[in-house]
């Protein structure tokens, strides 16, 4: 039976092979150390739970919910954006709660785009990015480049060989899966050039709070004059180790938010109450379990870093974000991330992400998170180390298993 229209358009889910291997190793009874999916490991924190308990018990808050956010989470959003990023919001018109950031972006891809709609987006990134508007029907140009000096040029590239004119200019920084970080003069240029050439910036930015050398990420959104022209996407998950609490923002520019709203109002009913009032609670505190979250996922770096280093892989240390944008070790470089992620799966009980399940230009790369303990990335990297020093002596058995099934 031939595949329906949408679904045809997407390409094989290349996390699913790894996945399927890493279930087929646990069933044999093998300890995989899953360092590939970002989910992270860390509870959230006691007083935003508690907070969750206590209004649950309410039969009030057990009705529908506001798909648009409660009052209470828009303002605490606004402040938090106030207070973080010295960036003013009107709660009620600039900020909107969605149901995590991925669905927020999929929600804005169905809101805006018209069939043939080009967006231009970086490659590699995280996969909602293209496919959320593929998915709505439009085309996706690839920018292959970094927050830097070359930037610029290729969008003008993007523009020059896209009919039509490009539709929006997705960001992403820190960035999923590279962990590369923009400045605020960056994002000056890119907001510059976006209203010179009426584009809109939808920018990612769930990895604002974790960050390692002292310099918080900046917004888009504290350029002047950049709310004309932008939506920014947030997060909770990583933030306050909610990820299936499912809670994240969209804030920016009226039309657009008041687009997503309306889109949003026909497709959900908004978080669960209790989770929306605890999420406030999170937003409206001292900081002090974000900087605790934070402090983890930098000492797990810096294991990290440092175990694999001695392991023989070198890991360049990111700057933000809770992965490591690993490049294959040279011996196994031309199997592509794929076969590399099996391999150390089969034979090192590691999993990692294959880079190319972000983009083809990803595929010389995986994607390492921090969502394992400090001992546990030490065994990893004794296992690899295991495998390394094997493979060298044996290199002609270090093809995947799963090429021979």
């Given at each position: 039976?031939e595949e329906?229209?949408?679904?045809?358009?997407?390409?094989?889910?290349?996390f699913?092979?790894?996945?399927?291997?890493?279930?087929?190793?646990?069933?044999?009874?093998?300890?995989?150390?899953d360092?590939?999916?970002g989910?992270?490991?860390?509870?959230?924190p006691?007083?935003?739970?508690?907070?969750?308990?206590?209004v649950?018990r309410?039969?009030?808050t057990?009705?529908?919910?506001s798909s648009r956010?409660?009052?209470?989470l828009?303002?605490?959003?606004?402040?938090?954006?106030?207070?973080?990023?010295?960036?003013?919001?009107?709660?009620?018109?600039q900020?909107?709660?969605?149901l995590?950031?991925?669905?927020g972006?999929a929600?804005?891809?169905?809101?805006?785009t018209?069939?043939?709609?080009?967006?231009?987006?970086?490659?590699?990134?995280y996969?909602?990015?293209a496919f959320?508007?593929?998915?709505?029907?439009?085309?996706?140009?690839?920018?292959?480049v970094e927050?830097?000096?070359?930037?610029?040029?290729?969008?003008?590239?993007?523009?020059?060989?896209?009919?039509?004119?490009?539709?929006a200019?997705?960001?992403?920084y820190?960035?999923?899966?590279?962990?590369?970080?923009a400045?605020?003069?960056?994002?000056?240029?890119?907001?510059?050039?976006?209203?010179?050439?009426?584009i809109?910036?939808?920018?990612?930015?769930a990895?604002?709070?974790?960050?390692?050398?002292?310099n918080?990420p900046?917004?888009?959104?504290?350029?002047?004059?950049?709310?004309?022209?932008?939506?920014?996407?947030?997060s909770?998950?990583?933030?306050?180790?909610?990820?299936?609490?499912?809670?994240?923002?969209?804030?920016?520019?009226?039309?657009?938010?008041?687009?997503?709203?309306?889109?949003?109002?026909?497709?959900?009913?908004?978080?669960?109450t209790?989770i929306?009032?605890a999420?406030?609670?999170?937003?409206?505190?001292?900081g002090?379990?974000?900087?605790?979250?934070?402090?983890?996922?930098?000492?797990?770096?810096?294991?990290?870093?440092?175990?694999?280093?001695?392991?023989?892989?070198t890991?360049p240390?990111?700057?933000?974000s809770?992965?490591a944008?690993?490049?294959?070790?040279?011996?196994?470089?031309?199997?592509?991330?794929?076969?590399?992620?099996?391999?150390?799966?089969?034979?090192?009980?590691?999993?990692?992400?294959?880079?190319?399940?972000?983009?083809?230009?990803?595929?010389?790369?995986?994607?390492?998170?921090?969502?394992?303990n400090?001992h546990r990335?030490?065994?990893?990297?004794r296992?690899i180390?295991?495998?390394?020093?094997t493979?060298?002596?044996?290199?002609?058995n270090?093809?995947?298993?799963s090429?021979?099934?």
């Amino acid at each position: 039976m031939e595949e329906f229209h949408k679904v045809r358009r997407l390409p094989p889910y290349v996390f699913e092979q790894v996945n399927r291997l890493k279930a087929s190793a646990r069933s044999r009874g093998a300890d995989i150390i899953d360092l590939g999916m970002g989910n992270p490991d860390l509870p959230t924190p006691k007083a935003i739970v508690d907070k969750l308990c206590e209004v649950v018990r309410d039969p009030r808050t057990h009705r529908y919910s506001s798909s648009r956010g409660i009052p209470g989470l828009r303002r605490a959003q606004a402040a938090y954006y106030q207070r973080r990023f010295g960036v003013k919001l009107n709660p009620d018109t600039q900020v909107v709660a969605t149901l995590g950031s991925k669905e927020g972006f999929a929600n804005m891809a169905q809101a805006i785009t018209a069939p043939g709609d080009v967006i231009l987006c970086p490659n590699p990134t995280y996969p909602i990015h293209a496919f959320g508007f593929i998915m709505s029907g439009g085309v996706i140009r690839s920018l292959q480049v970094e927050p830097d000096d070359h930037f610029i040029p290729a969008v003008e590239r993007g523009i020059r060989h896209s009919i039509p004119k490009p539709l929006a200019l997705i960001l992403n920084y820190p960035s999923n899966p590279t962990a590369l970080v923009a400045s605020l003069d960056f994002y000056k240029d890119v907001v510059a050039f976006a209203k010179k050439n009426d584009i809109i910036i939808l920018s990612d930015l769930a990895y604002s709070e974790i960050y390692f050398d002292g310099n918080p990420p900046p917004s888009v959104l504290q350029v002047p004059g950049a709310i004309d022209v932008c939506v920014e996407f947030t997060s909770m998950s990583k933030t306050f180790s909610m990820p299936g609490w499912r809670m994240g923002f969209a804030v920016g520019n009226e039309r657009l938010i008041s687009a997503l709203t309306r889109v949003k109002s026909y497709l959900d009913y908004g978080a669960f109450t209790p989770i929306q009032v605890a999420a406030a609670h999170a937003l409206n505190g001292d900081g002090a379990d974000i900087a605790e979250v934070r402090d983890i996922y930098h000492k797990r770096r810096d294991v990290m870093v440092d175990a694999f280093g001695r392991a023989g892989w070198t890991i360049p240390a990111p700057a933000a974000s809770m992965f490591a944008w690993a490049p294959i070790p040279e011996p196994f470089h031309h199997l592509g991330s794929l076969e590399f992620s099996k391999l150390l799966i089969e034979h090192a009980d590691v999993a990692v992400a294959p880079g190319v399940g972000f983009g083809e230009h990803g595929d010389d790369f995986v994607r390492v998170a921090l969502v394992e303990n400090e001992h546990r990335i030490r065994q990893a990297a004794r296992n690899i180390k295991r495998f390394l020093a094997t493979s060298a002596k044996q290199p002609n058995n270090v093809v995947p298993l799963s090429a021979h099934r």
